[in-house]
């Protein structure tokens, strides 16, 4: 069966580290997502890629950054881990067509990152 | 600046009571809104709406859309402890962000026995 996974599940780390997390679709859709939940806010767009070497900042954007290298992957680091980084992150993707990008997204399990 | 807004931000029912949840959106150029349900993990899809008047049904779930006075509903009737979760609500718009959702913060619903 298609399906989108993240990994790790759950990460700790150090402020100043650079973190990768990683997103793997089988559905072979071309629009990735970039999310971060926290209380009170609700899920954050982050970044977003509609195909292979394209890239877009979303709402919350500084201190991350995404590489879009083929179509099943879309990693994100986070550059210098900072304590407002701790959250728990989710990846998404979505099909596009001929008419256009579609609008349903499908979620991965997500990431707890614990930025001490 | 895009925005969608849920309301109540958390709710206590009793098994058995039915449950209408908020949605009103300010999208510029919207095209659809879309509503999940979150329980301990991942966001899972429910419905989505594109057209004023017509109701989405789901089993015991249901949702309409008003593109004329902004906002959304989402009904669940006979509520169940297994419904208890978050209830997500996102817009859409046409544009260079296509396909973007634009999330509200959703509403905590417990569902007690």
């Known amino acids: 069966d298609a399906e989108i996974t993240q990994s790790p599940r759950h990460k700790i780390t150090e402020t100043g580290r650079q973190v990768t997390l990683a997103c793997h679709q089988t559905?072979?859709?071309?629009?990735m997502f970039w999310y971060r939940q926290d209380l009170g806010h609700g899920l954050r767009l982050i970044h977003y890629s509609y195909g292979v070497q394209d890239t877009n900042k979303g709402e919350v954007s500084d201190g991350y950054s995404v590489s879009r290298s083929n179509t099943e992957d879309l990693p994100l680091t986070l550059e210098s881990a900072a304590s407002s980084q701790t959250s728990v992150y989710f990846c998404a993707s979505s099909e596009s067509t001929l008419a256009g990008t579609t609008d349903t997204q499908y979620f991965g399990p997500g990431t707890r990152l614990t930025v001490l | 600046e895009d925005k969608v807004v849920q309301s109540p931000l958390s709710l206590v029912v009793h098994e058995g009571d039915t449950v209408t949840l908020n949605c009103s959106y300010e999208v510029t150029n919207f095209r659809s809104l879309l509503w999940y349900k979150q329980e301990k993990k991942a966001p899972t899809f429910l419905f989505m709406l594109t057209s004023s008047g017509i109701e989405k049904k789901s089993g015991r779930l249901s949702s309409i859309l008003d593109k004329k006075e902004l906002f959304s509903i989402l009904n669940i009737t006979a509520t169940q402890t297994g419904d208890s979760a978050i209830y997500l609500c996102?817009?859409?718009?046409?544009?260079?962000?296509?396909?973007?959702?634009?999330f509200g913060k959703g509403t905590k619903l417990s569902v007690k026995p």
């Open positions: 996102a817009g859409t718009n046409y544009g260079g962000s296509q396909g973007n959702l634009i």
């Open positions: 559905w072979n859709h071309n629009n």
